[in-house]
Structures are given as C-alpha cells and as structure tokens.
C-alpha cells in the first residue's frame, strides 16, 4: 500500500478512504491487515487518481463513472461490440500507463 500510495503521490489513508468508496476497489487483506493490492487494483487507483486528480471528477463522479462502465459491460450485446470494447479499454489502460 504504502509503494502505491508514494507513487501515486497521496497518503496511505486516502486508499483507505477510497477503499470505502469504491466498491471495485477491494485488495486483500494480509497477515497483519496489510493490504495487498493486486493489479487489477493497482490499475483501479491508478484511474481513480487520473479521474480524480487530472480530470477534474469528484468522488461521486467517479463512483457514477465506475457504476455506468460496470452496467454497460454486463448489457447484453454482439461478440463483436464485446471483443471491440474490450480492445478499446486496453488501448486507453495502456495509453493511461504510459505504454
């Protein structure tokens, strides 16, 4: 936790807090409760703090963001629309990490 919180420039507390916020963010608790993000997490808070810091969202804004690309992935559509968002989300998570 603390690596991430340094690299993403806020304190520890403020992944805690987010933790509480965002129902998609969820690392694992190790022994200790020290928390163990995992990629998929990492990239999360990543996202967050690019919404958040550069974008200019607010906290709800966020959560509204998150909520919509959550109901969009489960609607019901083509092969097709699916592998297309699909590629489409890695390109910007890559663009994003600066790949």
Same mark, same amino acid.
């Given at each position: 936790?603390?690596?991430?919180?340094?690299?993403?420039?806020? $304190?520890?507390?403020?992944?805690?807090?987010?933790?509480?916020?965002? $129902?998609?963010?969820? $690392?694992?608790?190790?022994?200790?409760?020290?928390?163990?993000?995992?990629?998929?997490?990492?990239?999360?808070?990543?996202?967050?703090?690019?919404?958040? +810091?550069?974008?200019?969202?607010?906290?709800?804004?966020?959560?509204?963001?998150?909520?919509?690309?959550?109901? +969009?992935?489960?609607?019901?559509?083509?092969?097709?629309?699916?592998?297309? +968002?699909?590629?489409?989300?890695?390109?910007?998570?890559?663009?994003?990490?600066?790949?």
């Amino acid at each position: 936790m603390g690596e991430l919180a340094q690299e993403i420039g806020r $304190p520890q507390h403020i992944l805690r807090y987010w933790e509480t916020r965002f $129902p998609q963010l969820r $690392p694992l608790t190790r022994a200790g409760n020290r928390r163990y993000y995992r990629p998929d997490d990492v990239a999360l808070v990543r996202r967050i703090h690019h919404l958040l +810091a550069d974008e200019g969202y607010t906290i709800r804004g966020v959560q509204k963001l998150l909520a919509s690309e959550k109901a +969009a992935t489960r609607s019901p559509r083509s092969s097709a629309e699916a592998f297309t +968002a699909i590629r489409d989300a890695l390109v910007k998570a890559l663009e994003e990490d600066g790949g």
